[in-house]
Each structure stands twice: as C-alpha cells, then as structure tokens.
C-alpha cells in the first residue's frame, strides 16, 4: 500500500503531466517538433516514476 509521501508525489506527478500535456499540445499545433519531442520525453519520465513507486509499493 501507498504511504502518504508516495500519495503526495504521485499527485505532483499527475499535476506536472497536465502541465506537460498542454505543452505537448501546443507544441502540436505550432508544428515544433522539438519542444514536442522534449514534452513526450517528460511524460515517457513521469510514466517511469509511477511504474517505479507502484512496483516499489507492491513490495511492501
């Protein structure tokens, strides 16, 4: 089960790709590959912490 500092980071986590969500977006539409590439990056990221922590919880 998930203590509450991993409740606490994983909503920063979730927060954080809302943000990166919108950002991917734009990136989209203003057809910037780059900054759309550094986006999906910073999701494929977060993805990695949440596997981590639930894996990590899983073992508890």
């Excluded at 919108?22 to 999701?43: C, I, P, R």
């Amino acid at each position: 089960m998930l203590d509450l500092n991993e409740l606490q980071f994983l909503a920063q986590i979730v927060d954080s790709m809302e943000m990166t969500i919108e950002d991917l977006e734009k990136a989209y539409e203003n057809n910037n590959g780059a900054d759309f590439q550094n986006s999906k990056k910073a999701l494929l990221d977060f993805q990695g912490k949440i596997s981590n922590i639930l894996k990590s919880s899983e073992t508890k």
